[in-house]
């Protein structure tokens, strides 16, 4: 069974903070994607990194899929409070399975 | 309506009941998921369905029974739940039965299993 490890589990900075969250597998991913739960709703797909290397940016969000498609980072530069959240990355394995696993999230707090 | 829609969005059960959950995704996408969310857990895959064919179950116990009539609406019907069933359970659907698109999520049902 492939697993997702996040980290931190949980993070807790101030209104203007940059961070970056950790998604480390030791098996190998065709394609990874992070989402974004808020509380009470489901999670909403942010990006999807497919290319070894590969950075997508999304407004203040940046995205880096790791050389060898094993890990994954999520930068957010200037925290705003509406970044709180649980942050899930999601990936599907190599050998052609077409399940998505998660790992556990980062429950990311953004204080005014 | 658009999206995928979730109903009820908060169900208390006994462990005697019989109840069913409900989504109904208005996108055409042509798979559906039933996700398990506990706390201190991965979301969990329970059952995947494409062309409303059931196409994955995994390892679910059979007191939860999915139903897919046709490829807009999925039903989860629950029975002699028990306590540790409680969580959010999470619809999502798909454009094909393939992760690669992404899912979109429904706001879940939250379950409680007194």
């Known amino acids: 069974t492939q697993l997702l490890e996040q980290s931190p589990q949980f993070l807790s900075i101030q209104e203007g903070e940059n961070l970056t969250v950790y998604c480390n597998s030791s098996?190998?991913?065709?394609?990874l994607q992070w989402y974004r739960q808020e509380p009470g709703e489901g999670p909403v797909l942010l990006v999807t990194?497919?290319?070894?290397?590969e950075v997508k940016k999304l407004k203040r969000l940046t995205f880096q899929f790791g050389d060898a498609r094993k890990d994954s980072s999520l930068h957010i530069t200037a925290a705003q409070p509406g970044d709180t959240g649980l942050y899930l990355c999601?990936?599907?394995?190599?050998?052609?399975?077409?399940?998505?696993?998660f790992g556990k999230g980062t429950k990311l707090t953004v204080n005014p | 309506e658009t999206g995928v829609t979730q109903t009820p969005r908060h169900l208390v059960m006994g462990m005697t009941n019989k109840k069913s959950l409900k989504c109904e995704q208005h996108?055409?996408?042509?798979?559906m998921y039933w996700y398990k969310q506990s706390a201190k857990k991965p979301l969990e895959l329970m059952f995947v369905?494409?062309?409303?064919?059931?196409?994955e179950n995994n390892s679910v116990p059979s007191r939860f029974s999915p139903e897919c009539p046709n490829s807009s609406h999925l039903f989860l019907h629950l029975h002699t739940l028990q306590p540790e069933d409680s969580a959010l359970y999470l619809c999502?659907?798909?454009?094909?039965?393939?992760?690669?698109?992404?899912?979109?999520f429904g706001s879940g049902t939250r379950l409680t299993v007194v």
């Open positions: 098996s190998v991913f065709s394609s």
């Open positions: 999601a990936g599907t394995d190599q050998g052609g399975s077409e399940k998505l696993v």
């Open positions: 990194v497919v290319t070894g290397g």
């Open positions: 369905y494409n062309f409303k064919e059931q196409t």
């Open positions: 996108l055409g996408h042509n798979a």
């Open positions: 999502a659907s798909s454009p094909e039965w393939t992760a690669n698109y992404g899912y979109t």
